[in-house]
């Protein structure tokens, strides 16, 4: 199985901030890689396809981008909104595996 | 407006059986793979199962292989989850996704607890 280990585990920001998020996959997963974001009590919502396509209606200061079999997610001028857990996933191979999560809080 | 929603959970006892549904509106449901995620009790998300948009093909965790089965009715643009001889770890909150990969819809979930 794809592993993807994700990081870190948890953040605090300030609100304008520009916070990234990171996701190391075990082997090459080519842009098969999604993020989504999961507020509190909330089903998950996607975010990012394709490592860097942005999904429909989600605001211009979310990006994710590919460094070989790093893929990172950006939040720029962070938001009070933007609090919650957000996880990566991989679609390259069965099975689809999670990154273990990264909860946001924000100060 | 696309809608997921999800019915069907509740308390079972190990070793007995659930079958889980998802009534999908708002799109052509028999143009989409789906799937279904599930998220134990304050842990992280875990995909179960997915199937091809005409059912002809589906695809498992190795975790629920032999015990789980997903299944779809285009005609009445519902999804399934047939969950058989379950066991405490699959307790969890169990949402239905579309697609099959970039899971760009979510159901609200529901919750289904093993325990005796």
Redesign the interface.
């Known amino acids: 199985d794809i592993q993807m280990t994700q990081s870190p585990a948890s953040l605090s920001a300030s609100p304008e901030e520009i916070v990234t998020i990171t996701c190391q996959a075990s082997q090459d997963i080519g842009n098969w890689l999604a993020w989504y974001q999961q507020k509190p009590g909330k089903s998950p919502q996607l975010l990012i396809y394709s490592a860097t396509s942005l999904a429909d209606g989600i605001p211009s200061r979310f990006s994710g981008s590919r460094s070989g079999t790093q893929y990172s997610l950006k939040i720029s001028r962070l938001q009070v909104e933007d609090t919650g857990i957000y996880y990566c996933l991989q679609r390259y191979s069965n099975p689809w595996t999670f990154g273990g999560g990264t909860k946001l809080e924000l100060k | 407006e696309v809608q997921l929603v999800e019915s069907g959970g509740g308390l079972v006892q190990p070793g007995r059986s659930m079958k889980l549904s998802c009534a999908a509106s708002g799109f052509t449901f028999s143009n989409y793979g789906m799937a279904w995620?599930r998220q134990a009790p304050t842990k992280?998300?875990?995909?179960v199962a997915?199937i091809s948009y005409d059912g002809s093909s589906t695809?498992y965790?190795?975790s629920v292989k032999g015990r789980f089965t997903i299944s779809r009715d285009n005609a009445k643009s519902t999804l399934y989850l047939q969950m058989n001889s379950l066991r405490s770890e699959d307790t969890a909150t169990y949402?239905c996704t579309r697609g099959?990969?970039?899971?760009?819809y979510?159901?609200?979930?529901v919750m289904v607890t093993v325990s005796s």
């Open positions: 995620v992280g998300l875990e995909w997915t695809y965790r190795d949402y099959t990969g970039n899971f760009d979510w159901g609200q979930g």
